[in-house]
T-cell receptor
Framework: DSGVTQTPKHLITATGQRVTLRCSPRSGDLSVYWYQQSLDQGLQFLIQYYNGEERAKGNILERFSAQQFPDLHSELNLSSLELGDSALYFC??????????FGPGTRLTVT | EDQVTQSPEALRLQEGESSSLNCSYTVSGLRGLFWYRQDPGKGPEFLFTLYSAGEEKEKERLKATLTKKESFLHITAPKPEDSATYLCAVLLNFGNEKLTFGTGTRLTIIP
């Protein structure tokens, strides 16, 4: 158990809908990272927050957004969902900016 | 362009048969190289961090080594429970703290 929690574990929704994924980092970790893992793309970095502020962006679509709250939990919002957004979404946290500890993931299925 | 390549894509070994997994990288400035283990449908589990050429880390049947252009994950006398996908990732000197992952080696240990 990495200490990073994610909810929900599974999410099934229809195209065009909007969903919110939630992540709680390890106690004391200020950095939260979001990654997407699909069969054909591997693990891809989406976005990083540090102590409530956006620090870095990867290949994140404009339909996706994230935020980190004062209690350090983070949410990833995915809107206007398409079939191709079906993937595993992972959150990771870090205290040092080096080792990142991953949560169990949310499996999103868009039908 | 920064690249991380893992080989082989898949490896089947008999229990007790030692082998090595390779991770080669072409990046402009390496801050760290990380090895993770991922079981199907689960989040990546942190194994090792390597910072400089010549460094080695060990954990149970696994040993990770680093040169200037590649890293090896040596597995000695593996057991069926070592079956998983092994991912390597790099953290670059410049820019943000995103991890760039290879596509992984799927390791199967046959009893």
């Amino acid at each position: 158990d990495s200490g990073v929690t994610q909810t929900p574990k599974h999410l099934i929704t229809a195209t065009g809908q909007r969903v919110t994924l939630r992540c709680s980092p390890r106690s004391g970790d200020l950095s939260v990272y979001w990654y997407q893992q699909s069969l054909d793309q591997g693990l891809q970095f989406l976005i990083q927050y540090y102590n409530g502020e956006e620090r870095a962006k990867g290949n994140i679509l404009e339909r996706f957004s994230a935020q980190q709250f004062p209690d350090l939990h983070s949410e990833l919002n995915l809107s206007s969902l398409e079939l191709g957004d079906s993937a595993l979404y992972f959150c990771a946290s870090s205290a040092t900016g080096y080792e990142q500890y991953f949560g169990p993931g949310t499996r999103l299925t868009v039908t | 362009e920064d690249q991380v390549t893992q080989s082989p894509e898949a490896l089947r070994l008999q229990e007790g048969e030692s082998s090595s997994l390779n991770c080669s990288y072409t990046v402009s400035g390496l801050r760290g190289l990380f090895w993770y283990r991922q079981d199907p449908g689960k989040g990546p589990e942190f194994l090792f961090t390597l910072y400089s050429a010549g460094e080695e880390k060990e954990k149970e049947r696994l040993k990770a080594t680093l040169t200037k252009k590649e890293s090896f994950l040596h597995i000695t006398a593996p057991k069926p429970e070592d079956s998983a996908t092994y991912l390597c990732a790099v953290l670059l000197n410049f820019g943000n703290e995103k991890l760039t992952f290879g596509t992984g080696t799927r390791l199967t240990i046959i009893p």
